[in-house]
């Protein structure tokens, strides 16, 4: 079995490149569907909103299907675990945060059993409530769906 | 005060792309230090030695002092919750894990008194013990040192 | 949407229900594929490994595709975080277990869209190395399949 | 050593069975204190002190003893880690929730020393927003008392 | 209700002062029962065995009462908790390690109804595989017994 | 390489020693930077807030710097995790708290490259809602800086 497209490779550089940047790449988002959107909140309740609104806007997930809600719930779950370096629960008292997110839809493996898969991926900085005393951060998340 | 040099986000290229999409960043590796290697297993133990010795035998972090493996420990733990997605106390019970890694000193600040940090990425697959049988995991971890 | 057939709670009673108390649930039993097991250790892996291999053996999933054993997969260690209470990576300093698992799997909703989903249950005894020693333990993971 | 009132499992049955299957166990719910409850928000402060204000109003345990207080709450504590599978610092995150909840307080053991044992178990369903996005969840915590 | 007997503090003293500090202090050791000893690896399994041993041995638990196991247990895991900060399934990976420990019984309230509670404190150092690259850790766990 | 100012025991001793316990060990308190205060709140935020705050006003860190603000911080992080036996993310669960605090800056290690290291010691009370329904709890934290 091999694994034809790399969703979560996919997923990081959305998150992580620039415009500049995204364009070297660009035949990688070829077979793939993909959102991206930003958060500028650590409460984790909001982060979760904002990648499930867009997810839902941008066609990735269907609305109305619950399994589809739950794979991308988990996948958000566990890229979070990145981001918070597994204090997601002390989400909340990290502060200024400035994130990127990219969720990518796809097959990532040769054998049509497999089915679809979805990737989340968070990039950005993370730090005290003074602009500018922050690191990056980073996490990625992925599920069958 | 300005993030000028994003130590994160190169060791995150340096772990995920192939040599030919490298060479679209290679200005990026300019400024900085960094070394990289392969980690076969999921026994955790076996992980953090393979990235300690790799970033000792390169030179990246002095094998003398005791507070540049400390803060180097810290970021391969951060970057292995990501990778395990929080449970990195359950790392051995993931099977088969192909991960490469980079390790990446230098200053991200534009300010002198930040001096240096150091960030480390994994990228690789994780899974079931049937080869295929796995997907992409993703960490970053960053420390002062 | 109404959830049509609880298999949550069927687990339960397949993992902790002797056979005269399940008698009296046999309408539950319908409609559903499920198989049980025995773990005697509380080495996580072998605990997994056991319930992978129930679970192929008796055509609850597919051995050959990945999706299915990641869904479960999941759905065991979300069982085995109510065994341990969170602790799941302490898992191998506790010591003598006794545990009964059911595998479940079956439509729950009454929406034909949202397919077929996969509930774990452990139900057993966990305490310290002398026989006797020890108290009742419980988990439920459940996912989309 | 024998187990002779298997405290867990009854409150795991008072949580789950509905008023006619719980009626097929009353010979169970003899010779234990208990009582049940329901907690409709996720707010994990508020299911807290909704469990033990019931064990309280119900004389499972007594209001000025310090020790049955830290017992139920620690009982409580890891019930919730079955609801939440380990992220309970997450429990704020999950939106709709209905659980019901038993408490039962009883001496499972045979030997008279080992005394009172205090169990909490949780049943109801967790999800999205949306009400029927949601699958089940279960919780069983055991303390000495 | 007053706490008259601090016995998480006197634990801590007992693990951390030397022979002459702890003269000092003498007079916080009456109204107690306690013992101390050495574990000189971060195997849990084993750390927990040295403080049960040691428990048992000085008659600070009753070695055929599951409850009394089950109070100091708990203790052990809660003090772990402080020692490995979070990441006590990650123990094994933590290398080094040299840890005093002393575990307290008595009774902390003037309150006759709250009865006994134990105390287990460690204190040492945790570290790299090299001797001297190591730092300090402390830990303190109380419970009901 | 020997360990020569522990300043992890000097914090314990500062955070949990009353006025005139201290006074016999003011020889312990040369050579080293600290201050003291106090929590008297679990919402994780202020007590790390007011642990920043004591240690910016006193001079310990410099506010400019923002590598010593994120080597407080995990420090001040590690300690809670004793404070709230690796339930952080559960800190606004666990109710009346009166935590005094203690940090201390130093150089632990006879070798001058090891450079200067930051400690800090949580020690108080932690419980029900009913002031003395509670018992103590420490945490202790260790960084390079």
């Not at 409460?43 to 066609?59: F, L, P, Y």
């Not at 370096?85 to 400035?98: A, D, F, K, S």
């Not at 497999?114 to 900085?125: D, L, N, S």
Request: with cysteine; glycine share 12%; charged share 25%.
């Amino acid at each position: 079995m091999t694994q034809t497209v790399k969703i979560g490779k996919v997923a990081m550089l959305l998150a992580s490149l620039d415009e500049e940047e995204k364009s070297l790449f660009s035949g990688s988002f070829e077979n793939i569907k993909y959102c991206q959107g930003k958060a500028g909140s650590m409460d984790v309740q909001k982060v979760i909103a904002a990648v499930e609104t867009a997810a839902k806007r941008n066609g990735i997930i269907s609305e109305q299907v619950y399994r589809e809600t739950h794979a991308l719930y988990h996948a958000i779950l566990e890229s979070l675990q990145g981001v918070t370096r597994g204090h997601i629960g002390v989400g909340n008292m990290m502060r200024t945060v400035g994130l990127r997110f990219a969720v990518v839809r796809g097959r990532p493996y040769e054998r049509e059993d497999e089915g679809e898969w979805i990737a989340v991926a968070f990039y950005g900085t993370i730090g005290a409530p003074v602009k500018g005393l922050e690191h990056e951060t980073f996490g990625l998340g992925i599920n069958h769906i």
